[in-house]
C-alpha cells in the first residue's frame, strides 16, 4: 500500500514548456486534490476532484488543466509554464463519500519541485 | 482577512516546555478541523483530528472554541523530534474543499 504517489519529484523547464504532473492514490478514495505551496502563502488548491469524472476550480487553477483519469489516477497540467507556475506541488487524497460532517482527513503525496525559467 | 490565520512564529522553545499554538478562522460555517505537521521538504501528514469536545493524543491535546472560531494544539513535554511546522485545516460545510493556514514553526532547543 503505497498511498499517494506523484511523479516527477522534480522538474525543471523553460518558460512556454508544457509537462504533466501524474499523482496515483491506491486507497481506494473519491476525492483528490491538486495544491501548490508558496512560501509564506500556505498550500493553495488548484483543482480538486469530489469523485471519479468530476472536476472543480480551488482558489488557483489560472495556467492549469486537470484530468480525473479514473478513480487512482488524477494528473495537473500545466500547459504553458510561467515562472509564476514555480513552487512545490501536492496531490492529495480524501476517504470518505459526499460531504459528510465526518472529520475526513487528507492523505498527500510527496510532492514535485517544479522550476520554471 | 484570510480565512485561517495563524501566528508564523518561530516558537523557539527548550525540551520538556509546554507549548501552545492557535488558529483562527473566519467563516462559522466550518464544520471539520485539523491539525497537520510537515516537516522541512515533506509533505504534510495529519497529526490530529480536532473534534467539539476536545481531544488528546498522547502529548498533544487539541481544542475547538466555536464561539470564538478558533482551535488550539497544546503540545507537553516537547521533544527535539517535534520541531517542525504545524498547519491548521479548516472545512468548510458542505464543501470539498480544505483552507490551510500558512503555519506556525516550531524549534525544540536541546
Known amino acids: 500500500n503505497a498511498g499517494v504517489t506523484q511523479t516527477p519529484k522534480f522538474q525543471v523547464l523553460k518558460t512556454g514548456q508544457s509537462m504533466t504532473l501524474q499523482c496515483a492514490q491506491d486507497?481506494?478514495?473519491?476525492?483528490m486534490y491538486w495544491y501548490r505551496q508558496d512560501p509564506g502563502m500556505g498550500l493553495r488548491l488548484i483543482y480538486y476532484?469530489?469523485?471519479?469524472?468530476?472536476?472543480d476550480k480551488g482558489e488557483v487553477p489560472n495556467g492549469y488543466n486537470v484530468s480525473r483519469l479514473n478513480k487512482r489516477e488524477f494528473s495537473l497540467r500545466l500547459e504553458s509554464a510561467a515562472p509564476s507556475q514555480t513552487s512545490v506541488y501536492f496531490c492529495?487524497?480524501?476517504?470518505?463519500?459526499?460531504?459528510?460532517?465526518?472529520?475526513?482527513?487528507?492523505?498527500f503525496g510527496p510532492g514535485t519541485r517544479l522550476t520554471v525559467t | 482577512r484570510k480565512e485561517v490565520e495563524q501566528d508564523p512564529g518561530p516558537f523557539n522553545v527548550p525540551e520538556g516546555a509546554t507549548v501552545a499554538f492557535n488558529c483562527t478562522y473566519s467563516?462559522?460555517?466550518?464544520?471539520?478541523f485539523f491539525w497537520y505537521r510537515q516537516d522541512c521538504r515533506k509533505e504534510p501528514k495529519l497529526l490530529m483530528s480536532?473534534?467539539?469536545s476536545g481531544n488528546e493524543d498522547g502529548r498533544f491535546t487539541a481544542q475547538l472554541n466555536r464561539a470564538s472560531q478558533y482551535i488550539s494544539l497544546l503540545i507537553r513535554d516537547s521533544k527535539l523530534s517535534d520541531s517542525a511546522t504545524y498547519l491548521c485545516?479548516?472545512?468548510?460545510?458542505?464543501?470539498?474543499?480544505?483552507?490551510f493556514g500558512t503555519g506556525t514553526r516550531l524549534k525544540v532547543l536541546a
Open positions: 492529495a487524497s480524501r476517504s470518505g463519500t459526499g460531504v459528510s460532517k465526518d472529520p475526513y482527513e487528507q492523505y
Open positions: 486507497m481506494n478514495h473519491n476525492s
Open positions: 476532484s469530489a469523485s471519479e469524472g468530476t472536476t
Open positions: 467563516n462559522s460555517a466550518s464544520q471539520s
Open positions: 480536532v473534534y467539539s
Open positions: 485545516v479548516v472545512q468548510t460545510s458542505g464543501t470539498y474543499k480544505y483552507i
